[in-house]
């Protein structure tokens, strides 16, 4: 699944490395959702690599990739349970994305800094911006 930040940079584009293409983004990511569902659905995908793939599918919803239409609830619900099963980059978005700005949650600015201050503790880069902001704030 190592073509799946290209996807998604079609859509957010790389400076002058690669230009916003919202189709060509689109339709990777249609193309490839089947390929994320097949390896969250196999059993032999190890458990690492489907929570990653799970991870993945949280941001199809958190963002509306693809054709999958944007559902708050649904993303929380499987970056949580990734996050539960210590994936870092879910970790920081439930205090990043989901209780810093208040995304399918109230605003709780408690939760938020636990969850990215384990995130920052992992050495995640963003978190430890992410973190630094807030408590600026």
């Known amino acids: 699944m190592h073509i799946l930040p290209w996807n998604i940079s079609y859509i957010l584009g790389l400076g002058d490395t690669l230009t916003v293409d919202e189709e060509q983004g689109n339709k990777l990511l249609t193309e490839a959702y089947p390929r994320i ?58 205090g990043a994305n989901f209780y810093y700005n208040g995304n399918r949650t109230e605003k709780n600015y408690r939760l938020s800094e636990h969850y990215l201050n384990i995130a920052k503790q992992a050495g995640l880069k963003r978190a430890i911006d992410k973190y630094i902001e807030m408590k600026k704030t």
């Open 37 to 94: 569902m097949q390896l969250i659905n196999s059993p032999d995908t190890d458990d690492i690599e489907r929570v990653y793939a799970k991870f993945v599918t949280g941001a199809y919803y958190y963002f509306g990739l693809g054709k999958i239409e944007k559902d708050y609830n649904k993303a929380f619900e499987i970056i949580k349970e990734c996050a539960d099963k210590g994936h870092i980059a879910a970790i920081y978005d439930l």
